[in-house]
């Protein structure tokens, strides 16, 4: 099984500010890495996908870099919606499709 | 629109059994594979089950194996898991997500949460 580690566990940000995320995986998963934001009480909503596309509709103040074990997801400028949970996930070693642990992203 | 609506989940007892099930609406459902994933209470996300779009093959993380079934009705645009042999660490709030790609998930429903308590 591929572990993902999230780091932070938590960031605390100020509106406006950037926010970069990191997530990191136990071997190379390639370019095969996906972003989710889940606010409190809803499902998860898919952000980016193959590290880097963004997902139809999100906003261009997210993105995605990395390859092979090291990844970031970006949010340039915080807005007030954006303070939520973050997952990545990796699907190269499919079908064992597994999470990270998540990145709290809390108002400073 | 695509809506994944789930349902079933209620309080079970231990060694106790569960169908929850997922209505799907707004795409083609047979064109694609359907998995579940769940949340515990305060936790992460884990990956359950994959099933294809025939229903033909089916795949399921290593803490479920010889546990859970999943399955779908084409022909009512319906997914299912079966849970057998509960354990208190199934309870967890149970996501139907629809497949890109046997890869990422574009779409998640609200989740139902299944209970397993004494």
């Known amino acids: 099984e591929i572990v993902m580690t999230q780091s932070p566990a938590t960031l605390s940000v100020s509106p406006g500010e950037r926010a970069t995320l990191s997530c990191r995986a136990s071997?190379?998963?390639?370019?095969?890495l996906a972003w989710y934001q889940q606010k409190p009480g809803q499902a998860p909503r898919l952000l980016i996908y193959g590290a880097s596309t963004r997902a139809t509709g999100i906003p261009a103040r997210f993105s995605g870099s990395g390859s092979g074990t090291e990844f970031t997801l970006t949010i340039s400028s915080l807005q007030s919606e954006d303070f939520a949970v973050y997952y990545c996930?990796?699907?190269?070693?499919?079908?064992?499709?597994?999470f990270g642990g998540g990145t709290k992203v809390e108002i400073k | 629109e695509v809506q994944l609506v789930e349902s079933g989940g209620v309080v079970v007892q231990p060694g106790g059994s569960l169908r929850l099930s997922c209505a799907a609406s707004g795409f083609t459902f047979d064109d694609y594979a359907m998995h579940w994933v769940r949340q515990a209470p305060g936790k992460g996300l884990e990956w359950v089950s994959l099933i294809s779009w025939d229903g033909g093959s089916t795949y399921y993380a290593d803490s479920v194996k010889g546990r859970f079934t999943i399955s779908r009705d084409n022909s009512k645009n319906s997914l299912y898991l079966q849970m057998n042999s509960l354990r208190a660490e199934d309870t967890a709030l149970y996501y139907c997500?629809?497949?890109?790609?046997?890869?990422?998930?574009?779409?998640w429903g609200q989740g139902t949460l299944v209970t397993v308590s004494s």
């Open positions: 996930q990796q699907y190269n070693n499919w079908p064992a499709l597994t």
């Open positions: 997500a629809k497949d890109v790609s046997s890869s990422w998930f574009d779409y």
């Open positions: 071997q190379s998963v390639s370019s095969n």
